[in-house]
């Protein structure tokens, strides 16, 4: 039995790290994440956990602690985001290297500069090639339950990467919220015990990790990397439907509103796509066949799935809360449009680039789009693919 | 009540104008409605204006953006009424609730000819008469509760009351203080 | 530069949010932070120029010839007291803003 509560999306998150009790947290407070460690050392001070609170000098210490220990063979979790993932960088590649089943917890911010603390998707987007699976969650409810089975899906031993569960800093990480909680006991017993196979501290067995890897062996080593991804996918899946008999809380790798029988749809993550979901039912109301494809699992991208569900729409919209800055079109759009290409599904698709440092995102900026959608559907022509939502210019 | 009340609030940096937004979340909820509370958040500044909103409905909310016609405003420092627009996008089938002893007169010319409801109270007489220091988030949280209708009077002083012993579990002295500015605050909130 | 604002389009404004022009934080307005206001009692104020020197705003003007200080300047004051605290004659009050005297 589910306990109702109200939490933000930060406490949200932080409960669910007291919940799965990891063997080490190293963290290093940046906003709008800062709250995640700071609930949670109050859980190491007052007992409820005990876990080995590492308070670290820097980002980039924070994820070299989390590789030492889970090497080590224990559970790490973290928190950051924006810059304090860029700070990050050359350890997140590392972590996924040595396939070390890393839970961090990004909280998305606008990268700077200029400087800025508000939500976008430029963290998110800068480590979309970097290894690491990466959920997307709508509110603080899905941002709970992607950390309980993070673990499950990281530490699979078809997978063995590091995972991140973003949410949209500020929107919902600072946002008091409906949300159900499991009990501990519950929890605990879903989430499990983390034995791995290898790892540094077994007397039994000295290993060495991280070699030179040169010529010879890096290209295979990425492809074992590439492969583990692709498996990553259905081990989502499993896990999201143990979860699903446990809480009756329904995941997969994306989730489909209203879009069945839908004839145009916008294609977007985390809390937009709840503005989204509300101003599809007022469409509904008068008889506009609007629906979202709203993505949960951005890497491994579920092309071939994504493909298949957007085919029998008249006109889409890809929403980018991150410009790609490359002239061509955002990361989310890429992927979807090429993921079309190759299931050679022609579906007139246009690009919105929107939400950029915490510009507000409003009913009636969805709605804006749905009005292009339903133009470009009528005539089938997309005249400019690559556009903003919400951004100011000179009237012509 | 409605399926879902929007409201925005504006006070100063440190005054608790978000905290008492999430007192109001908080008090909702325990009466079972789906609830937002969501400060706007900019540099923090003591002092600074800010505005804080809720959300509250009988059914699940999925909008994530700020609140631009709301169906409530509620101003705890008189001092913005001349520095921030309060009245932008407020319902006149709503209404604004002022900490205030400001004349009427005066409230009219500067909200700019709102016409919908205008309610005052006085929030510091009440806060320092009961608890002896200015704290107008519990007057105010009362207040809105009786404008809005959001819950029945009792139904808040029960669930505050529970709040409070839970809150002021190592200072019960102020738990009386609190329940007497909430009861005041619901007497003493009138229309202009 | 400083006639920019949350509808200036993108067109009029700087690459990167440069600022070509010194000395412009008096553009900034910063009084409206301001909850609790100091007020000046000029009786009590032996003008010696101990509370100018250390108000972080430059909110206290000196009048150039006479050297002395003038009444505060609310358009930049935030409210924070420093210089009620130094004054040794209680010639500057920290009065809550808003309540009327």
């Not at chain 1, 993505?295 to 410009?323: C, N, Q, T, W």
């Not at chain 1, 929107?354 to 709605?367: A, F, M, N, S």
């Not at chain 2, 089938?93 to 005052?120: F, R």
């Amino acid at each position: 039995m589910s306990i109702r509560e109200r939490l933000s999306g930060n406490e949200a998150v932080a409960t669910a790290m007291k919940q799965i009790n990891p063997d080490v947290v190293a963290a290093f407070p940046i906003t709008p994440s800062t709250e995640i460690p700071q609930y949670f050392s109050t859980f190491v001070a007052n007992g409820s956990v005990d876990t080995e609170f590492v308070a670290v000098e820097s980002e980039h210490s924070a994820m070299s602690a989390c590789i030492g220990a889970e090497s080590a063979g224990s559970r790490a979790m973290t928190a950051t985001s924006a810059n304090g993932l860029s700070l990050m960088w050359e350890m997140i590649y590392i972590a996924s290297s040595l396939r070390l089943p890393i839970v961090l917890n990004l909280v998305n911010r606008a990268v700077s500069g200029p400087l800025n603390i508000h939500n976008d998707h430029s963290d998110a987007m800068g480590v979309r090639d970097s290894g690491w699976i990466m959920l997307f969650s709508e509110n603080n409810q899905e941002a709970y339950d992607n950390n309980l089975m993070a673990h499950r899906i990281a530490e699979n031993e078809n997978v063995q990467l590091p995972i991140m569960i973003c949410q949209d800093g500020f929107i919902t990480s600072h946002s008091i919220e409906n949300i159900e909680l499991e009990n501990d006991e519950d929890v605990k017993k879903f989430v499990g015990e983390y034995h791995p196979e290898h790892y540094l501290l077994n007397k039994n067995e000295p290993i060495a990790v991280g070699p030179l890897d040169l010529q010879a062996y890096l290209f295979e080593h990425k492809a074992q990397q590439g492969d583990a991804m692709k498996a990553a996918k259905q081990v989502i899946l499993d896990v999201s439907k143990d979860f699903e008999k446990w809480t009756g809380r329904h995941y997969g790798l994306f989730e489909e509103y209203k879009l069945d029988d839908a004839e145009i749809a916008i294609v977007c993550m985390n809390s937009t796509a709840g503005t989204t979901k509300a101003v599809i039912d007022k469409l509904r109301e008068n008889g506009i066949k609007a629906g979202l494809l709203k993505i949960r699992v951005y890497r491994p991208f579920p092309g071939e799935e994504v493909s298949k569900a957007l085919s029998h729409l008249k006109a889409v919209a890809i929403l980018d809360k991150a410009d790609s800055l490359n002239a061509i079109g955002g990361a989310l759009f890429e992927d979807v449009t090429s993921s079309m290409y190759i299931a050679q599904k022609n579906v007139p698709m246009v690009n919105y680039v929107y939400g950029i440092g915490g510009r507000d995102t409003t009913e009636k900026d969805i709605e804006s789009v749905f009005t292009d959608l339903q133009e470009i559907a009528s005539n089938g022509k997309v005249e400019n693919p690559y556009r903003y939502l919400g951004l100011r210019k000179e009237a012509k | 009540m409605d399926n879902l009340i929007e409201i925005r609030w504006h006070g100063r940096g440190g005054q608790g104008a978000k905290t008492a937004s999430l007192l109001l979340a908080d008090a909702a909820f325990n009466t079972g409605k789906y609830i937002q509370g969501f400060p706007e958040y900019g540099p923090e500044r003591m002092g600074a204006p800010i505005t804080a909103y809720n959300r509250i409905s009988t059914k699940p909310i999925t909008v994530h953006s700020n609140i631009y016609e709301p169906d409530y405003v509620v101003v705890v420092d008189d001092t913005l009424l001349e520095v921030v627009p309060v009245t932008e996008g407020l319902k006149e089938t709503g209404a604004i609730i002022i900490n205030t002893t400001k004349s009427p007169e005066y409230l009219k010319k500067v909200l700019n000819g709102y016409k919908g409801d205008i309610y005052t109270i006085d929030a510091r007489k009440i806060s320092i008469e009961t608890l002896g220091r200015y704290f107008p988030n519990t007057p105010m949280l009362a207040a809105i509760v009786k404008v809005s209708q959001v819950m029945s009077d009792e139904a808040l002083l029960e669930d505050m009351k529970g709040s409070f012993k839970h809150k002021f579990a190592k200072k019960p002295e102020v738990i009386e203080g609190n329940m007497k500015a909430l009861e005041m605050a619901l007497k003493e909130i009138q229309k202009i | 530069m400083s006639n920019i604002d949350k509808t200036t389009p993108m067109e009029k404004l700087t690459i990167g949010g440069n600022i070509y022009t010194a000395a412009n934080a008096k553009e900034f307005k910063t009084g409206d932070w301001r909850s609790i206001k100091p007020v000046w009692i000029e009786e009590k104020c032996k003008q010696c120029g101990l509370c100018f020197p250390v108000c972080p705003d430059n909110s206290i003007p000196v009048c150039k010839d006479s050297l002395k200080r003038t009444d505060f300047n609310y358009d930049y004051c935030k409210g924070c007291g420093v210089c009620a605290k130094v004054c040794p004659f209680g010639a500057i009050e920290m009065k809550e803003e808003g309540v009327d005297e």
